[in-house]
T-cell receptor
Framework: AQKVTQAQTEISVVEKEDVTLDCVYE???????LFWYKQPPSGELVFLIR??????QNEISGRYSWNFQKSTSSFNFTITASQVVDSAVYFC???????????????FGQGTTLQVKP | SQTIHQWPATLVQPVGSPLSLECTVE??????LYWYRQAAGRGLQLLFY??????ISSEVPQNLSASRPQDRQFILSSKKLLLSDSGFYLC????????FGQGTRLTVV
């Protein structure tokens, strides 16, 4: 069975601190995708990144970086120099390739609420 | 460009009343479509998905149903709402990544 675990329910940091959000996944698929989404207070889900299981290279996008480690089934997300606007709920998700090569169904973690205080 | 529209944004309905939430997609054809629900303070749970017109798969037993009358239209319905149906409902379609609608916040009173 597929499962995503985000053990940190809530994290509170002060602005400019670095923060890492943990994500551990379980799957028997050899090919899969991992995602991170941001959900601000308004509720919509904002896509941040998709990583396929063949690509373990870490990725950096501005203040955001992702560390994918297949050996530990983890896909952690780090925000460097956090800002108040980063306050949101962050979801990690897992999917297979789907029947026609698309991302298929998403299995979400429970989410981590990040509060960045000024 | 690909876009997804979902309405209404908020809805307050009495227990026992019917429900119809609509989702439409633009800029793509034959998308896989999904309905997710997020209960208060919790993660998202997949309710239904559809790989084509008239094809609906249910992920969890519940009081809701889904229909896909057209290629880019996905509807979530209920004949009689329960209090436990309250939550935030998100429609999504997937291609190389999953795109989500703005969501509908449903409160059953």
């Amino acid at each position: 069975a597929q499962k995503v675990t985000q053990a940190q329910t809530e994290i509170s940091v002060v602005e400019k601190e670095d923060v890492t959000l943990d994500c551990v996944y379980e799957t028997r698929d050899t090919t899969y995708y991992l995602f991170w989404y941001k959900q601000p207070p308004s509720g919509e889900l904002v896509f941040l990144i998709r990583r396929n299981s063949f690509d373990e290279q870490n990725e950096i996008s501005g203040r955001y970086s992702w560390n994918f480690q297949k050996s530990t089934s983890s896909f952690n997300f780090t925000i460097t120099a956090s800002q108040v606007v980063d306050s949101a709920v962050y979801f990690c998700a897992l999917s297979g390739l789907g029947g026609s090569g698309n991302t298929g169904k998403l299995i979400f973690g429970q989410g981590t609420t990040l509060q960045v205080k000024p | 460009s690909q876009t997804i529209h979902q309405w209404p944004a908020t809805l307050v309905q009495p227990v026992g009343s019917p429900l119809s939430l609509e989702c439409t997609v633009e800029g793509t054809s034959n998308p896989n479509l999904y309905w997710y629900r997020q209960a208060a303070g919790r993660g998202l749970q997949l309710l239904f998905y559809s790989v084509g017109i008239g094809q609906i798969s249910s992920e969890v037993p519940q009081n809701l149903s889904a229909s896909r009358p057209q290629d880019r239209q996905f509807i979530l319905s209920s004949k009689k709402l329960l209090l436990s149906d309250s939550g935030f409902y998100l429609c999504a379609f997937s291609g190389t990544e999953a795109f989500f609608g703005q969501g509908t916040r449903l409160t059953v009173v």
